[in-house]
C-alpha cells in the first residue's frame, strides 16, 4: 500500500520527508534565530559597559587629575643564613645633618660659657686659663699673677698699674688681661708704675692716685725725679679731689699735705 501511495503522489521514497522532521528543522532554525539575537544582544551590551567605563574615568580624572604614588612593595631582604649572602653597603645616615647641627650649637655654647665673665673685672674662664707658653713676648701685653696686680710689659719690663683709675685712663681693657704663673712674671724686670696724676684747677698740687689715696707730690724736682710726665696729669672736679683720703707724700719725709 505504501507503494501504490507512492506512486500516486509521484515522489519516490527517498524525497518524502516526514512531518515530526519539519518540526526539528524548525526548531532548529529557531535556537539557531534564538543563539544569534542573544550574541548579538551581548555584543551591544559589552559595547555599552565600555562606553560607561569610558565616561566614568574620564569624570574621575576631571575631578582627581593628580596620580596616585605607586608605592612599591619591600623588597626582601637576604638572610643572613644563605649561600654567597654578603651585607647590604652602608647607606648614609638621614640624620647626619642634624647629628653635626647639635654638635654645632654644643660647641658655640662652650665658646660663650669659657668667654662669660667671672668676676667683676670681667675676666673670663678663658683668660684664667695658665697660657703664658702660647703668649707672644711684646711690648703692651697685659699681665696678672695669682695677685690682684696687673702688669703693662714695655722695654721688656713689667709696668705695674697702679690703680683702676689708671687702668681706665689708659684704655686698658679686661678681655686683655692674661693670667699667668708667677714664675713667668718672675722672669721680667719691674720697671716704673703707671699712675695717675690728679690736679684740680683751683689748686697748683698734684697728687698721684694710688690704691683710692692722693699723695701729694713735694714739689717739681721730685715729680720730674719719680719719672712723672705732664701727660699723665688729669684735671678732676676740686671736690672730688677734696674727698679722696690722703696717703703718704712723695717723698714720704715731705711733711703733711696740703689741705
Known amino acids: 500500500m505504501n507503494t501504490s501511495a507512492d506512486q500516486q503522489t509521484g515522489q519516490s521514497p527517498d524525497q518524502h520527508i516526514s512531518g515530526a522532521q519539519i518540526l526539528d528543522l524548525l526548531l532548529e532554525a529557531l535556537e539557531e534565530r534564538q543563539a544569534a539575537r542573544r ?22 580624572e576631571d575631578v582627581s587629575p593628580t596620580p596616585r604614588l605607586q608605592v612599591s612593595p619591600p623588597q626582601p631582604k637576604p638572610q643572613p643564613a644563605e649561600e654567597g649572602w654578603s651585607p647590604p653597603p652602608l647607606q648614609p645616615s638621614v640624620h647626619l645633618g642634624r647629628t653635626l647641627g647639635h654638635l654645632l650649637l654644643a660647641l658655640a655654647v662652650l665658646v660663650v660659657l669659657v668667654n662669660v665673665p667671672l668676676n667683676r673685672h670681667g675676666t673670663s674662664l678663658a683668660r684664667m686659663m695658665p697660657d703664658s707658653a ?48 708667677d714664675s713667668f712674671l718672675e722672669k721680667f724686670e719691674m720697671g716704673r708704675p703707671i699712675h695717675v696724676l690728679l690736679k684740680c684747677q683751683d689748686s697748683p698740687h698734684i697728687y698721684a692716685l694710688e690704691n683710692g689715696q692722693k699723695r ?27 674727698n679722696l683720703p690722703d696717703g703718704l707724700p712723695i717723698p714720704e719725709d715731705a711733711g703733711p699735705p696740703p689741705q
Open 39 to 60: 550574541s548579538a544582544e551581548r555584543r551591544q551590551g559589552g559595547r555599552e559597559t565600555r562606553r560607561q567605563g569610558d565616561g566614568e574615568t574620564r569624570r574621575q
Open 216 to 242: 701729694w707730690i713735694k714739689d717739681i724736682p721730685t715729680f720730674e725725679a719719680e719719672g712723672y710726665v705732664w701727660e699723665d696729669v688729669k684735671l678732676v672736679d676740686c671736690h672730688y679731689l677734696r
Open 134 to 181: 702660647a703668649l707672644v713676648i711684646r711690648d703692651g701685653l697685659v699681665l696678672k699673677g695669682s695677685g690682684p696686680e696687673i702688669y703693662v710689659l714695655e722695654d721688656n719690663k713689667l709696668r705695674w698699674i697702679s690703680s683702676l683709675e689708671a687702668f681706665e685712663f689708659f684704655r686698658y681693657r679686661w678681655d686683655q688681661v692674661h693670667v699667668v704663673e
